[in-house]
């Protein structure tokens, strides 16, 4: 059965086909909303957020992009709500006082087997990656983020952040310039 097919029994009071839209869209949703906070758990809550909001404005889903998209742009909205609403942490970033809730972004990165000199090398190279995600204008880093998820196509992401798929293209290359060229600056010369 297609989206829309569920789409449109849902809309009848088919808790079960919205049941089946929510099992399809799960991860991606998840991804998106952790992509933009950067926690597990506030990600989860995020997505359930989403969810609920959706199935409250199906009836006003018209169909001109697919569902998933559209799940995917009230994700990101509620992502970014709960993200500005954040603002001392936000400030905390840029000062370089995080809390450790949001230090699961390094976590997603496996170490694999090194010595413990490659492993402690690797942890600095990923801390400072994340410490420069995070200091990269939103735009920038909001866009690097989707794309880097790896689940979102260009013209998702751009419907999410509500931007052209050239703008969208650009903000990607111009963070991962970005990133690299400050890595460099840090001492990291073998980035590419």
């Known amino acids: 059965m297609t989206d829309a097919e569920l789409v449109e029994r849902a809309r009848q009071g088919d808790g079960a086909a919205f049941g089946d839209l929510v099992d399809r869209h799960k991860a991606a949703v998840y991804r998106a909303a ?11 809550d ?5 969810f609920l909001t959706a199935y409250q404005r199906l009836n ?4 001109e992009a697919s569902f998933k998209t559209w799940m995917l742009t009230i994700t990101w909205h509620r992502a970014i709500n709960q993200r500005r609403s954040a603002t001392r942490w936000w400030r905390l970033v840029a000062h370089g006082r995080a809390d450790d809730r ?7 990165y496996p170490s694999g087997d090194r010595s413990p000199e490659e492993a402690l090398a690797g942890d600095r190279l990923r801390r400072e990656i994340v410490r420069e995600i995070r200091a990269l204008p939103e735009k ?15 013209e998702e992401i751009g419907a999410m952040l509500r931007a052209p ?7 990607v290359s111009e963070a991962r310039r970005l990133i690299r060229k400050r890595l460099r600056e840090h001492g990291y010369c073998d980035v590419g």
Do not use: C, N, P
């Open 34 to 44: 952790m992509a933009a906070l950067g926690s597990h758990a506030d990600a989860e």
């Open 46 to 50: 995020v997505a359930q957020e989403a």
């Open 60 to 63: 006003g889903f018209r169909g």
């Open 102 to 108: 949001h230090d699961d972004l390094a976590d997603d």
């Open 140 to 154: 920038l880093r909001d866009a690097l983020l989707l794309a880097q998820a790896g689940e979102y196509g260009y």
């Open 165 to 171: 798929v050239g703008t969208i293209k650009w903000r």
